[in-house]
Each structure stands twice: as C-alpha cells, then as structure tokens.
C-alpha cells in the first residue's frame, strides 16, 4: 500500500502547474522562454503575475495533498507508516523535477516543496519561509533564498525534536540536497554575475 501511495505522490507531482496553465493560456511552455524553468519565478518573469500565481497555488497545492490527504486515504485502508506523509511529501518534489507526464523536464520543487511543509510541519514552515525573506531582503537572488531556507531546515527538524524524527530528518535532507541541485544553474550564473536580482524585494543593495 505504501509504495502505490508515494507513487500516487509521484504522479501527483508530475502535474505541472506552469504547463498546465499554459496549455490553457492556448499552448504556452515556458520552459522556452526566460531561464526555461517550470516554475513559479520563470513564470513570474516572462508572463506576468497572473499566470504565476495560478502556477504556484497549483505547485502548492499539490505538495499539500500529497503530504496530507494522500496518507490519510491510505490510512482509511489501513494502517500506515509514521514516515509516509514525508515520503509521499519528497515523492511529490521529485516528481514536480522530474515529471513523467512532460518529458521528464519540470521545475525545482521549492514551491511544492511549501506545500509539503504546511501539512508537515507548519512551524518549520515559517522558519523556512523566514530565512527566504530575508536572504532575498538582503541580496535580491531569488534562486540563493530558496537554497539557504531548505539548508535550514534539516538542523531546525534535528533541534526542534519534530516528529516523526527520522522520517522528518530524512525528508529535510533530502529536500535540501534536491533544491541545491535544481538551483545549481543558478548558483553559476551567480559566480558569472549573470543571475537576475528581484529588484522589487531587494531592499538593502544598490537599485540601478
């Protein structure tokens, strides 16, 4: 039961919010356009705020079900492991990455990653969201916060005791690594100083 359920998760996952509301928008794949990411910020970027917050409530979306009512529709069948809501939770990232249903070619998980988060732990949650506001507060790179909140949030899982420790911790890890990876393109456009600064959030360098 618990392996048909994170690849539910998986499935799940695959859903791609930015394609799927280019599909409605008559065809638009934003992976062609701007840094050619699935994502929220890409979508940000080349089609307006509209569109973007459609993406990012259905990446968020997705990351809650699959944390949240999927395991609890496995355990109406019967009983489940501790550890499956964070299993079901990275199952949904790596298919938001990786999705089976648009070539294996999707996004970086952050905001499903957020989505995952309000049904595990909302308060590591807000430390995370915490440390992403701040990091783009302070330098404006979008791609850096992302990075530096998920690297926070394996030792705040350790030292907040949240349970169930070792699925959580797993998870935490695991979410970290991934999100680093996704944003490598970014961390070399930074070292280029190529990468964009979200000039409207930036609020402590220099505007030009």
Known sequence: ??????????????????????ALRG?????????????????????????????????LGKGWIAAALLPLAAARVGAVPAGLPAACAFAAMVGHVWPVWHGFRGGK?????????FA???LALLVVLGVWLVTVV???FVGLASILATVALPPFVWFA?????APMLAFALAAALLIAFTHRTNIARM????????RRLWLFGRRS
């Open 1 to 22: 039961m618990s392996v048909l359920v994170i690849a539910a998760a998986y499935l799940l996952g695959s859903v791609s919010g930015a394609l799927l509301v280019g």
């Open 27 to 59: 065809g638009i794949d934003i992976r062609t356009l701007g840094s050619g990411n699935a994502g929220g910020t890409n979508a940000l970027r080349t089609q307006g705020v509209g569109f973007a917050l459609a993406v990012v409530a259905i990446d």
């Open 109 to 117: 998980g952050a905001a499903t990653l957020v989505g995952a988060l």
């Open 120 to 122: 595990l732990s909302p």
């Open 138 to 140: 302070s330098v404006g």
């Open 161 to 165: 005791r949240i349970e169930p420790r």
């Open 191 to 198: 070292r280029a100083g190529t990468e964009p600064r979200a």
